[in-house]
């Protein structure tokens, strides 16, 4: 599932292509990339101008002139991707929407993804209030988070995934940050001594930061940006998918283990506190 950095780099394409521009007319091609919504998209969005955009850890949105939200979660396999009109033939299109001289497709191989018209609650989607702030948004208190994180008796690992603690973390990111603070990924969090659980947070916002200036992380086609291109940071992971791989630090072989029925890398040696 593309994570924060992937997702940020998606919303600013759509920040540069589609504020400005108005939806003319929306076709639907598949019903669950609709699913949830209480109106019909191909009714409400027709006329409506798109006047800036946000995002919340894994989830961004459009802001509308009528003053409501189109909400966009990629899932798996979702791609928003602007063009020419005609420019996309996919079996994989859900949603097409014309707007002006461009068309901003929705693609999603695996049907997992979704658009969602929302109300705007203190400038973040009502569908969405339960979603914890990231690391990026001025909100973020690294503190609170860190005594929030210290009060699970949950594996570290699965405390840095749960995104009504922290938003916009997944596997890869969360093993990164892990590697980076030398926490191992089954410490249970109520363990951590204060200071670890703000470095790991810091650690989280430090190596997602690298993986924006390398538009995000790429593991096959299914994360482009609105343009189609892939992202490059893959090149730049420590401990992610890196099993049996000398640790950059150390030179131990990275390992594979399962925490909360996901997979975790990690370096024995090194990540030892």
């Known amino acids: 599932m593309p994570e924060l950095p992937e997702v940020e780099v998606v919303r600013r394409g759509l920040d540069t292509h589609v504020v400005g521009r108005t939806f003319d007319s929306v076709e639907v091609l598949h019903p669950r990339a609709v699913r949830g919504n209480a109106v019909d998209l191909t009714e409400v969005l027709p ?8 995002r919340r ?13 189109l909400v966009v979660h990629l899932r798996m396999s979702g791609q928003m991707l602007v063009g020419q009109l005609g420019f996309l033939q996919s079996p994989h299109l859900r949603i097409r929407a014309l707007m002006g001289d461009r068309e901003l497709d929705f693609v999603d191989q695996r049907t997992f993804g979704v658009w969602q ?15 914890a702030p990231d690391p ?3 909100a ?6 860190a005594r929030a994180m210290r009060a699970k008796r949950s594996p570290l ?3 840095l995934l749960n995104q009504e603690v922290v938003s916009g973390i997944g596997s890869i990111y969360a093993d990164e940050a892990m590697w980076a603070a030398r926490l191992k990924p089954w410490r249970t969090a ?3 001594r204060q200071r670890d659980a703000v470095a790991v947070l810091d650690a989280s916002k430090a190596v997602m930061a690298r993986s924006l200036e390398e538009g995000g992380t790429s593991f096959d086609s299914l994360y482009v940006n609105v343009n189609g ?25 990275i390992e594979r283990v399962v925490v909360g029925q996901r997979s975790s890398y990690f370096c024995r040696v090194c990540q030892v506190r």
């Open 47 to 54: 006329g409506l101008t798109v006047t800036g955009t946000g």
């Open 57 to 69: 850890g894994k989830f961004m949105w459009l802001t509308l002139s009528d003053g409501n939200a």
């Open 117 to 131: 018209y929302a109300s705007l609650i203190d400038g973040i989607p009502e569908t969405i209030s339960h979603i």
């Open 136 to 138: 990026f948004e001025a």
């Open 140 to 145: 973020f208190d690294a503190d609170a988070v």
């Open 157 to 159: 690992k699965s405390v």
């Open 190 to 192: 109520r363990t951590m």
């Open 229 to 253: 291109a892939s992202g490059y940071f893959s090149r730049s992971l420590n401990a992610y998918g890196q099993a049996g791989k000398p640790c950059a630090r150390c030179g131990t072989p």
